[in-house]
């Protein structure tokens, strides 16, 4: 049985572990890495594998890396699962505020600094419409784009003005993805049918009795879409 000391980030691993019916024949290889933007503005990361990241996770408001813990744990890849701004070990970026924008500009600087190559950027929530404006601004980092749950007609704990999303959506000249839960309103099929009209060659996809957070409610079902997308890329 892998065990950690308890007061280390990674206690819960196993136990995550043993509730997807997986066996852990020795720990994960996860450290937390940080990359500097400037002087008191820093985004720290959980790097899973020694091996380069083949996939990057931005989690949803409030959560931070480990909200991937069972996913990455289910897809078994080298993995970057970034902390947003103001969220985990980030420090907030040039506004205490939660923004794609701000994110998207903070996790650049991450994804290139440790997961230059990775073959898709997967976000939930706050961290998919980070994903959508991190395609726009840096495209030479996000090969594929999943986005769970989320369309720029979301409305946000913090009540921006999402639309101007909608035009980096539809410049998206990547695979894009969109995962609905199964279970959730939160995109409502006229927005699934705006995402096909912005970007015709977008995939919709629903994961049955998943709420908005997919990849907490079925992440042995989000990982076989994972893996079987990055086939494709």
Do not use: C
């Not at 506004?95 to 600094?113: C, E, I, L, Q, T």
């Not at 230059?116 to 996000?142: F, M």
């Amino acid at each position: 049985m892998v065990s950690y000391p308890s007061d280390d980030e990674f206690a819960l691993l196993p136990e995550n572990a043993a509730a997807l019916g997986l066996k852990l024949d020795a720990p994960p290889v996860v450290q937390r890495v940080g990359t500097d933007i400037r002087e008191g503005v820093h985004v720290s990361s959980l790097l899973w594998a020694t091996a380069p990241p083949r996939v990057v996770f931005l989690h949803d408001n409030g959560q931070d890396a480990h909200a991937w813990d069972a996913l990455n744990l289910a897809l078994g890849l080298p993995a970057l699962a970034v902390d947003l701004p103001g969220h985990g070990h980030s420090t907030p970026f040039d506004a205490p505020d939660h923004s794609p924008w701000h994110a998207a500009d903070a996790v650049a600087h991450a994804v290139r600094r440790w997961a230059p190559d990775a073959e898709a950027v997967v976000g939930a929530s706050l961290g998919g419409l980070a994903t959508i404006r991190l395609a726009a601004i840096v495209p030479e980092l996000v090969r594929r784009a999943i986005v769970l749950d989320v369309t720029p007609s979301t409305r946000l704990t913090d009540d921006h003005d999402l639309s101007p999303l909608w035009d980096d959506l539809a410049g998206i000249g990547v695979p894009l993805t969109l995962i609905r839960g199964g279970a959730s309103d939160f995109v409502p099929d006229a927005d699934a049918d705006e995402v096909r009209r912005r970007n015709p060659a977008a995939r919709i996809l629903a994961v049955p009795r998943a709420g908005h957070a997919v990849h907490r409610d079925a992440p042995r079902e989000l990982a076989e879409i994972i893996g079987s997308s990055l086939e494709t890329v």
